[in-house]
């Protein structure tokens, strides 16, 4: 005996159980487009097409190619994220800017994943990345607000909104959770030490494979021990990257072996990666050469440097800027439990 088929998602059925939370999300994005208004920021809108749709090592895009007039033909990607063109903006001297539109993600789906998804990016020139942290409070609060809701909720845990959220480096984590400490595997250039890393974490209970880097055991610690239990009660800011796991983010000050990052969590659930940003060409060159290296090494392909993108950065002013999954926040405040059902209209699976 087979199963029957779910019904489509354009089925009425299917579309009045999913409705509410649409509306809702109508009722979020205006709000969240007049917060920025009220706050003098310009809502720009990038092009989806990019040269390079970014150059971390585990993001995968959708690529495509323009044909000339003359046949000629170039590759061309779905951007994974706005921030190229949006620091390209900076650059050319907006100073307070937000984009909310689509982007895509390739071999992602599931519960909190979708291959089109919607992001929240926004930028301040001349403010530090702490200002970000309260502006992702004051979201949070207004999400909640237009929901009608006092408390999120996903998976069994519950998180107060309207709760000044915890902040939580990197390394206080990794301690309070892995009994690992991670900034001694930490060098002050930034290197890092994998047996090291590795040893901890395998007296922490996690598998360690001999061909894992340092960046896959770390992964493996905040994954396993961490992010899961980040945001309970009230939001978490985990802040204080390692330099190697920050590849647009600009060093702390005080602290070379850290970087200017932090990511929301409400509910074990990622929202935001925010970051003092990077503005040194030559050594964002650097970061996006060895995060290409590294995808050429897992995955045996690469994507292309936007050197335009490069050259603008070179002219950038000190900014601090922020990536928010937009579906995701909605998700939280309305109570959905998969991101499908806050998309008007899903892209079908294969």
Known sequence: MTTPAASPWWSPERHADRRPFLI?????????REWFGTRGFEEVETAALQVSPGNEAHLHAFGTEAIGHDGARSALYLHTSPEFAAKTLLAAGETKIFSLGKVWRNRERGPLH?????????????????????????????????AGTTSFAFRGMTCDPFAEPERLTLAQAF?????????ATVATDGSTD?????????????????????ADVFSRVLVEKIEPFLGQGRATVLCEYPTAEAALARPKPADARVAERFELYACGVELANAFGELTDAAEQRRRFEAEMAEKLRVYGETYPIDEDFLAALAHMPPA???????????????????????????????
């Open 194 to 214: 994998r047996e090291a890393l590795a040893a901890a974490a395998r007296a922490a209970g996690i598998r360690v494979a001999e061909d894992d880097t340092w």
């Open 24 to 32: 809702a999300r109508n009722r979020i994005t205006r709000a969240v």
């Open 320 to 350: 601090s800027g922020s990536a928010l999954g937009f579906d995701r926040l909605v998700m939280l405040a309305t109570g959905a439990t998969r991101i499908e059902q806050v998309l008007w209209t899903p892209v079908p699976e294969p």
């Open 175 to 183: 301690e309070a959770m892995a009994g690992i400490d991670l900034l």
């Open 114 to 146: 979708h291959p089109e998804f919607t992001m929240l990016e926004w930028y301040r020139v001349g403010e530090p990345y702490q200002t970000l942290m309260t502006d992702c409070a004051d979201l949070l609060k207004l999400a909640a607000e237009m």
